[in-house]
Structures are given as structure tokens and as C-alpha cells.
């Protein structure tokens, strides 16, 4: 298995945060999901409602821009890279509602544990 996050910081405006979802939703898509197990754009959650949290992402803690974090599980590396990897280019200008250049990182499990709870089985409303 395969991990991939993906740290947006995406402009504080309503319409920057409405575009970014929209954007996810639609141009952020994956054509062949053969070696994807899941993935999953996330929004933060405001820190007062969780203390003992301490990876501050939270536009309350950062101030200037509001956190996603896309979280890709994938079945290998190589898929990752073919159907997501290879559009990465940070040469490219900023996209209209991004304050500052998405971050990423990789993980491979070293282990691991499987509850009874299944993933989702369909893709959320508008994601393409």
C-alpha cells in the first residue's frame, strides 16, 4: 500500500473555498482507479473542538489561508504516478484560489489495522 497527502492552502474567501471543492470535484479527477483504494479531500476542523490535536491546520492557528488535505490510498507507487504524480509540475503559476503552493508527502505503511467499518462505497456527490 501506498499513501499519498497532499496539503492544499487555499485562499480564506468563501468563493476561493467553493472553487477549490469544485475543483476537486471535477478537474482533480483520476480516469483509470485500478490500483486506487480510496482518497479523500478533507477539510479542517477548528482546534477548540479538539485540544488535544497539536498538527495545527486550522485557519484559527494559521491565520492567513484554510487547510484541505487530500488523503490517496493507493495499491502501489507506480499506479500513484501514473494517474496522479505526473501532472505534478510546481513551475505552473498558482491556481486562482490557492494562497500558497500545495505540499506533499508520501508514506508507505510499515503497519497496520482493518476495522469493521467499510470505506464508503460510491464517490461523494459531484466528484467526477
Known amino acids: 500500500m501506498f499513501i499519498a497527502l497532499i496539503h492544499w492552502r487555499i485562499k480564506p474567501e468563501e468563493e476561493s473555498k467553493a472553487a477549490f471543492i469544485q475543483h476537486w470535484n471535477t478537474r482533480n479527477s483520476i480516469s483509470n ?3 486506487l483504494i480510496a482518497e479523500f479531500v478533507s477539510d479542517t476542523l477548528p482546534i ?3 485540544p488535544y ?3 495545527h491546520l486550522d485557519t484559527e492557528s494559521l491565520g492567513n489561508f484554510k487547510s484541505y488535505v487530500t488523503i490517496g490510498l493507493w495499491a502501489d507507487a507506480e499506479n500513484f504516478q501514473e494517474q496522479v504524480a505526473q501532472y ?3 513551475d505552473k503559476p498558482l491556481l486562482s484560489f490557492e494562497k500558497y503552493r500545495r505540499r506533499r508527502v508520501i508514506f ?3 503497519g497496520w489495522r482493518v476495522g ?11 466528484v467526477q
Open 33 to 35: 482507479r485500478k490500483g
Open 48 to 50: 477548540a473542538d479538539f
Open 53 to 55: 490535536i497539536t498538527w
Open 88 to 90: 505534478f509540475n510546481d
Open 108 to 110: 508507505e505503511p510499515v
Open 116 to 126: 469493521e467499518t467499510p470505506l464508503p462505497s460510491g464517490d461523494s456527490p459531484g
